[in-house]
């Protein structure tokens, strides 16, 4: 029912009559599947780049938490020695690391840290679509 000023009213007999039909509700269906459609590859496309934000992040947390721990130390090394991930997060607790690598954003049992004490090299891939590599060194972070 409509309402025009001045109180008239006008009813829609189609509506009241017969409702939407098979076919408009299929059209309708089909509008919001094409548009579902166009949107989806930006949104699996904005996750992937979160999920490797995610990534970078923590590893730059983990950089900062090995420069601590060498400042700390009397004799100004790194951790000696090759660690997996609960490992490592039980060796430098200050680095608040999340509890399990996949809620890191890192690939289960890809997380590899490496060092002689003077210099450390870490491997890990990422958990998004493609496990994209990343190694990590004093030096910075570089994408394989």
Known sequence: ?????????????WLKDHGLSLVE???VLAIIGIIASLTMPI????????????????????QNSLATYMANNAD????SGSFNY??????????NLPAHETQAK???????YMSD?????????????????FVLMPSGINRL
Not at 86 to 95: K, R
């Open 1 to 13: 029912m409509m309402k025009f000023s001045g109180g008239r009213t006008i009813e829609s007999k």
């Open 25 to 27: 509700l299929l059209i």
């Open 43 to 62: 949104y699996v496309e904005n996750k992937e780049h979160a999920i490797l934000g995610v990534t970078r992040a923590n590893l730059k947390v983990i």
């Open 106 to 112: 890192f690939k289960q049992g890809t997380f590899s």
């Open 117 to 133: 004490g003077i210099t450390y090299s870490i491997t890990v891939a990422s958990l998004n679509r493609t496990s994209a590599v």
């Open 76 to 79: 100004s090394r790194y951790p």
């Open 86 to 95: 609960a490992d490592f997060i039980t060796l430098i607790p200050e680095s």
